[in-house]
């Protein structure tokens, strides 16, 4: 694989697009297009790179809105040259993933679905759920849309068999142990202290396979065996027990029931197109014959794209974050890439996976359906869907136009201090990426070069730390990564002039050109305009513009109190059990894990706290005592 990079620190080198487009060459592989602030806005794949990507700067009058507005953008781009196409795809996705890069068709949808594991890779298998599907030699059944579904499951698979949930380990942990509470209430027949032989409690996992691969007549017989049984031994809350869980095994599998299927496991793809050109994507789960489940996705960036390229670009997207294939993909319309598409697929699988585009017969009318409920979906939110957009891009679009400026704000960064009178200073980062808030890259800071109350110092110093780790992260590959090596489009500050000037010194000093805006209050703490540029700008207050900068001020004060607020109980209540004779920190850390709030330590008697692991009769005592000013 060769890179071919552009060093745009580089002074020496100014990127012509018109001589770097000839140098081009005639190989598979991935192009990166990037906008002025170097971010990349496009990640594209091709089996020629010359051809491909010439084709972005030529005939402009056959392009699309989206297509032209993007190459606008274009100041730069680089490529990398892979051995096949295939492998070009897979590095595609790969990028897109890792970058959600602005004009590529985006999944907001990044599930993990559940399964149920049957582990017969060990000795008493188990039976539970999870989110990986792994190469273990274990049976995995799903995956499915509803983790109640699994859970319904599970009970079920529990209440007939009374299979072991224990986590131990065998042969290692036979006979080491009374049985668990399990076990005595009829619930686990104690495999870890031989009470059931291996063969029999296999007999016992073979049912719950057969119930999770459908096979349900043979369960419903022997529970309607044992319901009789216990009806002509006048045992009749036991008979109502079995009739119950055999109402439950077939409510079950009448959920999930579909009419005959020759493949197993297909899964098919419909999907509709709304009037303002959002899109809705139906996915239908047969697993086993099957419905285990379905879900809807609203793909985003797809307006102007072409139905067989959308949907060449979401089953790339998908297929790349699934960790299950069927053998059998039943697509609504043809699809770009038709050949390669499954050549990746039947790799990834490690068999051959077809995938069809039917006319008529069930696979049509399987697609009908998928492509019916689509349209229930789109009907259902279109409007909502469209609200969301308007909160978002929308109201991206109308700070871009408030602050005069050209390019995208994909990712906001926004900081405050928050500290009592000087005490415990503390800052707050929260990111906001294409007007939604992205939670997993908020992060802390504790203020530690900072004495007393000095919100610019402290702000100074956590811009300082959080761009120098941005620096290390991205030339220092012995750094470990924490989530600062993305430069944003720009920084909104919870402050005026001072806060502005001490963060643009830090980023001058460090480097680093990031644009700085700052979120303006009145005297009633409500947000009045934005400040760019030494000017204040102004956003009607009914706009979307203007109730998305109150949220991000009201989401980066929040993380900042809440993030203090912490600090601060958890000093109080360490001083507090501090003083208590007897309670050292093992002690103190299990009472707080025990109780949780220092108000219930205060309320307990001297038996309850008795009970706490760790606690003596003399500590619990000192304790008691304590609250109460007995000496």
């Known amino acids: ?378 009907d259902k939110f279109g409007a909502s869907i469209m609200r969301e957009q308007q909160r978002t891009t929308g109201a991206l679009d109308e700070i871009k136009k408030a602050l005069d400026i050209d390019f995208d704000l994909v990712r906001i960064e926004s900081y405050d201090i928050s500290n009592t009178q000087g005490f415990q200073s503390v800052a707050s980062m929260v990111v906001f990426e294409n007007g939604m808030p992205k939670r997993s890259d908020y992060r802390k800071f504790k203020i530690k070069t900072v004495i007393g109350a000095n919100d610019y110092a402290s702000m100074s110093e956590v811009i300082s730390r959080r761009f120098t780790r941005y620096i290390n992260e991205t030339t220092n590959p012995e750094v470990k990564k924490a989530g600062f090596d993305r430069l944003p489009s720009m920084i909104f500050l919870d402050g005026g002039k001072g806060q502005i000037s001490a963060v643009k010194e830090v980023l001058d000093d460090l480097g680093i050109v990031v644009p700085v805006c700052g979120m303006v209050k009145d005297d009633r703490h409500r947000t009045r305009a934005l400040l760019y540029k030494g000017e204040e700008r102004e956003l009607d207050s009914h706009s979307e513009g203007f109730k998305l900068i109150t949220r991000i001020q009201d989401e980066v004060h929040r993380f900042a109190i809440d993030y203090h607020r912490q600090l601060r109980n958890q000093k109080q209540i360490h001083s507090i059990l501090e003083d208590i004779k007897g309670v050292g920190k093992v002690r103190r850390k299990a009472l707080m894990a025990h109780y949780g709030d220092i108000s219930k330590i205060k309320e307990a008697d001297i038996e309850d706290l008795k009970n706490v692991e760790g606690m003596d009769n003399k500590s619990a005592e000192a304790v008691y005592n304590f609250f109460r000013g007995i000496k």
């Not at 990507?53 to 032209?68: E, L």
């Open 1 to 378: 694989m060769i890179r071919y990079e552009y060093d745009k620190e580089d002074g020496d080198m100014m990127f012509d697009i018109k001589a770097e487009l000839k140098k081009l060459p005639d190989s598979p592989g991935v192009y990166i297009m990037r906008n002025e602030a170097d971010e990349i806005i496009y990640v594209g794949k091709a089996k020629v790179l010359k051809n491909r990507v010439r084709q972005y700067f030529q005939n402009s009058a056959n392009h699309s809105v989206k297509v032209k507005t993007m190459v606008s953008h274009i100041d730069h781009f680089e490529y990398i040259v892979t051995n096949s196409e295939l492998e070009a795809l897979i590095l595609e996705n790969s990028l897109i993933k890792k970058h959600s890069p602005k004009y590529n068709i985006r999944l907001k949808d990044d599930k993990t679905y559940p399964y149920i594991k049957v582990t017969t890779n060990e000795m008493f298998p188990r039976v539970f759920m999870t989110r990986q599907h792994l190469k273990d030699k274990a049976k995995y059944f799903g995956p499915f849309t509803s983790g109640l579904t699994v859970k319904e499951n599970i009970e079920l698979i529990h209440k007939i068999w009374d299979l072991r949930r224990c986590h131990k380990v065998f042969p290692r942990d036979i006979n080491k142990e009374r049985p668990c509470l399990n076990y005595h209430i009829g619930q686990c027949k104690a495999p870890c202290n031989s009470l059931i032989s291996e063969k029999e409690y296999n007999k016992m996992v073979e049912g719950a396979i057969d119930f999770l691969s459908g096979k349900t007549d043979k369960i419903i017989a022997e529970l309607s065996e044992k319901m009789d049984k216990a009806s002509e031994n006048l045992e009749f809350e036991k008979a109502a027990e079995y009739r119950d869980t055999i109402a439950n095994v077939k409510a079950l599998n009448e959920k999930q029931i579909i009419e005959s299927m020759h493949v197993n496991e297909r899964d098919v793809i419909g999907f509709v197109r709304g009037d303002n050109g959002e899109c809705v994507v139906q996915i239908f789960f047969i697993r086993g014959g099957k419905i285990t489940g379905r879900e809807h996705f609203m793909p985003e960036n797809c307006e102007d794209t072409p139905d067989n390229t959308m949907l060449s670009e979401f089953i790339e997207q998908f297929y790349s974050g699934t960790p299950y294939i069927p053998k059998e993909i039943i697509l609504q319309c043809d699809i770009d890439n038709y050949e390669l598409i499954s050549q990746w697929l039947s790799e990834q699988k490690g068999q051959r996976v077809n995938i069809l585009i039917p006319q008529k017969g069930e696979r049509k009318r399987l697609v009908d359906m998928a492509r019916n409920n689509a349209q229930i979906t789109l």
